[in-house]
T-cell receptor, first 118, second 110 residues
Framework: ETGVTQTPRHLVMGMTNKKSLKCEQH?????MYWYKQSAKKPLELMFV???????ENNSVPSRFSPECPNSSHLFLHLHTLQPEDSALYLC?????????????????FGAGTRLSVL | EDQVTQSPEALRLQEGESSSLNCSYT??????LFWYRQDPGKGPEFLFT???AGEEKEKERLKATLTKKESFLHITAPKPEDSATYLC???????????FGQGTELSVKP
């Protein structure tokens, strides 16, 4: 399997549930990202991991908890979400985050997880 | 404040009718202007990155150009399969983050 894979593709959860989104990249990259895409809004960066270390948290509520056990895997743990958290959650990877040459910042995206919070 | 604005929000073309999409920006510490294509139900697909004013890149019917204030995505003789939302994004020197515009939804009718 190649590229960036996200599972599940669709998720429906209640406000009291706990669930996790998974992202796996097969590109040999060292940086991984979580984005939120809501209807009629630009993609919003949530978190950045570079060589397994979190380097960016874009003021994301604590009900979203990221985990990056290695450079190939990224998780987003969800708990006590709100209906306004319903959106498409996208994972991306790049060779590295920040410096490192012109191609280092090119991000490659997965197909996303469509999340509905009831 | 860093900003990126895309126009128009939506564009309808007939097959073969060439046009351009605009991405205007204000930013400090720019490290690349990125163009992506997004089809419904899918993640964005990387198209181009431009790093300095005057730079141009081409791929099939698409050509991206960059000035100090804006970037254009020119579509020559589009086909229905070019229908998608086109996103531009600003890259930064620090952290690798991208700031996306709201996109232009392109529809090409046969």
């Amino acid at each position: 399997e190649t590229g960036v894979t996200q599972t599940p593709r669709h998720l429906v959860m209640g406000m009291t549930n706990k669930k996790s989104l998974k992202c796996e990249q097969h590109l040999g990259h060292n940086a991984m990202y979580w984005y939120k895409q809501s209807a009629k809004k630009p993609l919003e960066l949530m978190f950045v991991y570079n060589f397994k270390e979190q380097t960016e948290n874009n003021s994301v509520p604590s009900r979203f908890s990221p985990e990056c056990p290695n450079s190939s895997h990224l998780f987003l743990h969800l708990h006590t979400l709100q209906p306004e958290d319903s959106a498409l959650y996208l994972c991306a990877s790049s060779p590295r985050a920040g410096t490192g040459g012109k191609g280092a910042n090119i991000q490659y995206f997965g197909a996303g997880t469509r999340l509905s919070v009831l | 404040e860093d900003q990126v604005t895309q126009s128009p929000e939506a564009l309808r073309l007939q097959e073969g009718e060439s046009s351009s999409l605009n991405c205007s920006y204000t930013v400090s510490g720019l490290r690349g202007l990125f163009w992506y294509r997004q089809d419904p139900g899918k993640g964005p697909e990387f198209l181009f990155t431009l790093y300095s004013a005057g730079e141009e890149k081409e791929k099939e019917r698409l050509k991206a150009t960059l000035t100090k204030k804006e970037s254009f995505l020119h579509i020559t003789a589009p086909k229905p399969e070019d229908s998608a939302t086109y996103l531009c994004a600003l890259g930064y020197n620090q952290g690798g983050k991208l700031i996306f515009g709201q996109g232009t939804e392109l529809s090409v009718k046969p």
